[in-house]
């Protein structure tokens, strides 16, 4: 079984200022990894995926995260925040290869940006 | 650009009464899912759907819970007896076929169910 671990529940910060949003997760298999971000009344949305290949992976809108197998982290970056960035953000994994395996998803983190 | 939409946005009942939750997934695609949020909990998996049928459901969708496609575009989320634990964000979600294994849903905005 997989699970997800999104360690702040809610992360304020400034405009222009970076942001780090930590995931780490567990799995006695390899797995896919995904960020998805819920802005206020509406749907989740896939940020960004790491399937294979390079570590790090770019999103939309700025954002990037790195896979890091080793810390089994996932963590979502990005080096300028706008108000507009202000939304829940969820880390989500897969297991490989796993048919109809559904997601699991962490609690979700908010991302507040102060002007 | 084609969407998940889901009715009703915020639902209220009473202990022990129906609800049903609707869905309409994007036309193309084959998997539907339902996830549910209690509030500031994890998003958690209910169920997932294809070729009319549950592939997959968890330990949360017990028999107080059912799902049905009845005309090809809506895709519904019964319950038939709600309790208090019952309050949550109910997010239904579909897929491509091709994209099962790789984790791109689709979702709605949610329905959120509350309980009294």
């Known amino acids: 079984a997989q699970s997800v671990t999104q360690l702040d529940s809610q992360v304020p910060v400034f405009e222009e200022a970076p942001v780090e949003l930590r995931c780490n997760y567990s799995s006695s298999v390899s797995v896919y990894l995904f960020w998805y971000v819920q802005y206020p009344n509406q749907g989740l949305q896939l940020l960004l995926k790491?399937?294979?290949?390079?570590?790090l992976v770019k999103g939309i809108n700025g954002f990037e995260a790195e896979f890091n197998k080793s810390q089994t982290s996932f963590h979502l970056r990005k080096p300028s925040v706008h108000i507009s960035d202000t939304a829940e953000y969820f880390c989500?994994?897969?297991?490989?290869?796993?048919?109809?395996?559904?997601?699991?998803f962490g609690k979700g983190t908010r991302l507040s940006v102060i002007a | 650009e084609p969407e998940v939409t889901q009715t009703p946005s915020h639902q209220v009942t009473q202990m022990g009464q129906e609800v049903i939750l609707r869905c309409v997934p994007i036309?193309?695609?084959?998997?539907f899912y339902w996830y549910r949020q209690i509030l500031g909990q994890k998003v958690e998996f209910l169920v997932s759907?294809?070729?009319?049928?549950?592939?997959?459901k968890s330990e949360i969708f017990d028999d107080q819970f059912s799902v049905e496609r009845p005309d090809g575009s809506n895709f519904t989320l019964k319950i038939r007896s709600t309790k208090l634990e019952d309050s949550a964000m109910y997010f239904c979600?579909?897929?491509?076929?091709?994209?099962?294994?790789?984790?791109?849903?689709?979702f709605g905005e949610g329905s959120r169910l509350t309980v009294l």
């Open positions: 979600a579909s897929s491509e076929r091709l994209a099962v294994n790789t984790g791109e849903l689709f």
């Open positions: 790491y399937l294979s290949g390079s570590t």
């Open positions: 036309s193309n695609h084959l998997y």
């Open positions: 759907f294809y070729n009319n049928e549950i592939s997959e």
């Open positions: 989500a994994v897969s297991p490989r290869n796993s048919g109809n395996t559904p997601l699991v």
